[in-house]
């Protein structure tokens, strides 16, 4: 039998662990396919939807919108964390056996309602950044009218 010189060494090892790699990965991939996405990543995506939104807007009332957050951070992370917690509980009741459908339907309305109120609070804010955006501006348009009179 031939020994293996150190070029087939090498790439045999380099195959070897091509595939290790790759069995690997895929198992992270069934993993995460199979456990659906994380609270965190769910988070994620919620805030890229809304900085997308934003996005339309003047940067003026995104930074307002981002001070506006960031004064109401203890109220919003306790909504967020409200509507997080009554989605876990509606799915617990949806998922319970055997299924108890007034249950179900309890836990769907705190769902509701905590998904409601944090929605309302975040378009609180985001209404309160346009209005302060339009009064920065009235008040620029008349310190300037003021400057044009004298």
């Given at each position: 039998?031939?020994?293996?010189?150190?070029?087939?060494?090498?790439?045999?090892?380099?195959?070897?662990?091509?595939l290790?790699?790759?069995?690997?990965?895929?198992?992270?991939?069934?993993?995460?396919?199979?456990?659906?996405?994380?609270?965190?990543?769910?988070?994620?995506?919620?805030?890229?939807?809304?900085?997308?939104?934003?996005?339309?807007?003047?940067?003026?009332?995104?930074?307002?919108?981002?001070?506006?957050?960031?004064?109401?951070?203890?109220?919003?992370?306790?909504?967020?964390?409200?509507?997080?917690?009554?989605?876990?509980a509606?799915?617990?009741?949806?998922q319970?056996?055997?299924?108890?459908?007034?249950?179900?339907?309890?836990?769907?309305?705190?769902?509701?309602?905590?998904?409601?109120?944090?929605?309302?609070?975040?378009?609180?804010?985001?209404?309160?950044?346009?209005?302060?955006?339009?009064?920065?501006?009235?008040?620029k348009?008349?310190?300037?009218?003021?400057?044009?009179?004298?």
């Amino acid at each position: 039998m031939k020994r293996l010189n150190w070029t087939q060494f090498f790439v045999i090892a380099v195959l070897a662990v091509s595939l290790v790699a790759n069995f690997f990965l895929m198992g992270v991939i069934a993993k995460s396919m199979r456990d659906g996405p994380t609270p965190a990543a769910a988070g994620q995506v919620l805030t890229g939807a809304l900085l997308r939104t934003l996005e339309t807007y003047p940067p003026e009332v995104r930074v307002q919108f981002r001070a506006l957050l960031r004064e109401n951070r203890a109220t919003t992370q306790s909504l967020r964390r409200e509507a997080r917690d009554a989605r876990q509980a509606l799915l617990a009741a949806t998922q319970a056996q055997p299924f108890n459908e007034p249950a179900a339907r309890a836990a769907a309305e705190r769902a509701r309602i905590a998904t409601g109120a944090l929605q309302a609070h975040l378009q609180d804010l985001f209404i309160d950044a346009l209005s302060s955006q339009q009064k920065a501006a009235s008040e620029k348009i008349g310190v300037q009218k003021e400057g044009a009179q004298k």
